[in-house]
């Protein structure tokens, strides 16, 4: 498994942005994966997670109804679609994936390198 999240930068607020995970292993389709922040000077933080084998997903509360996790597993890839952006959200992004089905940053398995968002207000 090797991760690698791409789709940050810099955007206004009210604004969108899609982030991608994608992976060159082979097991992609077994894994629980997730996305992850860590703003400037604070801990990481759960955003969104997805299931290897349906469609349940979850959100931490401070994105409900503004992010959406998504999965395509004949493309090796995951999808963070972020809408209504605000400057809350500045933060550097993770995805991550997980055998076990549960969403902290210690049940992970695997990690990609970050993607930076930046929100202006």
């Known amino acids: 498994v090797q991760l690698q999240a791409s789709g940050g930068g810099l955007v206004q607020a009210g604004g969108s942005l899609r982030l991608t995970c994608s992976d060159s292993g082979d097991t992609f389709s077994l894994l629980d994966l997730a996305w992850f922040r860590q703003p400037p000077g604070k801990e990481r933080e759960f955003v969104a997670g997805?299931?290897?084998?349906?469609?349940?997903?979850w959100y931490a509360d401070s994105v409900k109804g503004r992010f959406t996790i998504s999965r395509d597993d004949a493309e090796n890839t995951m999808y963070l679609q972020m809408n209504g952006l605000i400057p809350d959200d500045t933060a550097v992004y993770f995805c991550?994936?997980?055998?076990?089905?549960?969403?902290?940053?210690?049940?992970?398995?695997?990690w990609g390198k970050g993607t930076l968002v930046t929100v202006s207000s």
């Open positions: 991550a994936a997980t055998y076990n089905g549960r969403w902290s940053p210690d049940s992970m398995a695997h």
């Open positions: 997805i299931r290897w084998n349906g469609p349940r997903t």
